[in-house]
């Protein structure tokens, strides 16, 4: 049977850093090789991490013992009480942190080697989003640059979704990109910018307004903006929920509130505090988008100075969320980057 939805999602484009995707090659024998080095130097140091966490461990229980026998000495058992501490808090979320890290480097990159396939991305970056943190990661390392005029290009790797290379040039460290999936602007849209109606006048010129409507691959867009908005700071507050539950049964349970849990209680709760003031943003973001798919349509401006009809190239945005949409055809800024 066919699938509308699966077909239409699968005329999306593929946008990494503000660049759509524009193909796939093969990886080489030598980057091959490469690859394959550098998961197994990853897995090493994944293995040699994963063994420190229990020698870190029994290193903890000999010094909390040897601070309980030197209590007479005050100085000596503080030093070592703390020492205990700061492994227990720091040194050893660290250690795990660092072991799932490198292991999970080394599974991707060997899924690369047998998938094969390098994506590319190419095109011009006129304009940067400040929240798209790979693309600011390479503007700072100058590997990518803020021109309008100069065609560049970045190779991704699929599984990792690790930058391969940006403009021939191999970056020094690891950096993850993700790749956004945007629905193309539909060929009638350039229809209906030439259908447009003078508004009034600014001082930049004659203001000439319309509407079109939204394709289906682009209100398939809008509800995957839609559903983020609601899942993000639904799962990015989770563990302070969690930890507040928890406070929360032992208060039920004792009936007694602890010193100890005063002070966590107040740090939950502000924490508790922050994000519910995010959700409600997103949330209510969330609620514009939906009225936006609802309503059908996008609007779309231009301005022409003077008689020789030019200006700056026409926009569309949503009228509800007032997000803009596109700029002179192509898709804005923040819906070109995985934020």
């Given at each position: 049977m066919f699938d509308e939805t699966l077909a239409l999602e699968n005329q999306m484009t593929v946008w990494c850093a503000g660049l759509m995707r524009t193909g796939n090659r093969s990886l080489t024998k030598e980057e091959t090789a490469t690859l394959d080095r550098e998961a197994q130097q990853l897995r090493v140091r994944g293995i040699?991490?994963?063994?420190?966490?229990?020698?870190?461990?029994?290193?903890?229980?000999?010094?909390?013992?040897?601070?309980?026998?030197?209590?007479?000495?005050?100085?000596?058992?503080?030093?070592?009480?703390?020492?205990?501490?700061?492994?227990?808090?720091?040194?050893?979320?660290?250690?795990?942190?660092?072991?799932?890290?490198?292991m999970g480097r080394s599974q991707s990159l060997w899924a690369d080697i047998r998938d094969g396939q390098v994506w590319h991305f190419k095109g011009h970056l006129n304009e940067s989003f400040p929240l798209d943190a790979a693309q600011k990661a390479l503007l700072a390392a100058d590997l990518l640059h803020l021109d309008a005029n100069e065609l560049?290009?970045?190779?991704?790797?699929?599984?990792?979704?690790?930058?391969?290379?940006?403009?021939?040039?191999?970056?020094?460290?690891?950096?993850?990109?993700?790749?956004?999936?945007?629905?193309?602007?539909?060929?009638?849209?350039?229809?209906a910018a030439q259908w447009l109606e003078p508004l009034g006048r600014n001082e930049d010129g004659v203001v000439y307004g319309g509407q079109r409507e939204l394709s289906q691959s682009e209100r398939i867009e809008l509800n995957r903006h839609?559903?983020?908005?609601?899942?993000?700071?639904?799962?990015?507050?989770?563990?302070?929920?969690?930890?507040?539950?928890?406070?929360?049964?032992?208060?039920?349970?004792?009936?007694?509130?602890?010193?100890?849990?005063?002070?966590?209680?107040?740090?939950?709760?502000?924490?508790?505090?922050?994000?519910?003031?995010?959700?409600?943003?997103?949330?209510?973001?969330?609620?514009?988008?939906?009225?936006?798919?609802?309503?059908?349509?996008?609007a779309i401006r231009r301005v022409v100075e003077g008689e020789k009809e030019t200006g700056e190239p026409e926009i569309e945005f949503l009228p509800i969320s007032g997000m803009l949409w596109t700029r002179a055809g192509e898709p804005a800024a923040w819906r070109r980057s995985e934020i």
């Amino acid at each position: 049977m066919f699938d509308e939805t699966l077909a239409l999602e699968n005329q999306m484009t593929v946008w990494c850093a503000g660049l759509m995707r524009t193909g796939n090659r093969s990886l080489t024998k030598e980057e091959t090789a490469t690859l394959d080095r550098e998961a197994q130097q990853l897995r090493v140091r994944g293995i040699a991490m994963s063994c420190a966490v229990p020698i870190s461990l029994i290193l903890v229980i000999a010094l909390l013992r040897e601070a309980q026998a030197r209590n007479q000495a005050l100085l000596v058992g503080v030093t070592l009480l703390s020492v205990s501490l700061f492994l227990i808090i720091a040194g050893l979320p660290l250690e795990i942190l660092l072991a799932a890290r490198w292991m999970g480097r080394s599974q991707s990159l060997w899924a690369d080697i047998r998938d094969g396939q390098v994506w590319h991305f190419k095109g011009h970056l006129n304009e940067s989003f400040p929240l798209d943190a790979a693309q600011k990661a390479l503007l700072a390392a100058d590997l990518l640059h803020l021109d309008a005029n100069e065609l560049q290009w970045i190779e991704l790797l699929p599984i990792s979704r690790r930058v391969w290379r940006v403009n021939g040039v191999t970056p020094l460290t690891w950096l993850r990109a993700g790749a956004s999936e945007v629905a193309p602007t539909p060929e009638f849209a350039a229809l209906a910018a030439q259908w447009l109606e003078p508004l009034g006048r600014n001082e930049d010129g004659v203001v000439y307004g319309g509407q079109r409507e939204l394709s289906q691959s682009e209100r398939i867009e809008l509800n995957r903006h839609i559903r983020r908005e609601w899942m993000r700071p639904l799962t990015s507050s989770l563990p302070i929920f969690i930890l507040l539950s928890y406070e929360i049964f032992r208060y039920f349970q004792n009936q007694i509130l602890q010193s100890d849990q005063i002070s966590r209680l107040a740090l939950l709760g502000a924490g508790v505090l922050f994000f519910a003031t995010i959700s409600l943003f997103r949330i209510r973001q969330a609620q514009r988008y939906r009225a936006d798919r609802e309503n059908g349509y996008v609007a779309i401006r231009r301005v022409v100075e003077g008689e020789k009809e030019t200006g700056e190239p026409e926009i569309e945005f949503l009228p509800i969320s007032g997000m803009l949409w596109t700029r002179a055809g192509e898709p804005a800024a923040w819906r070109r980057s995985e934020i």
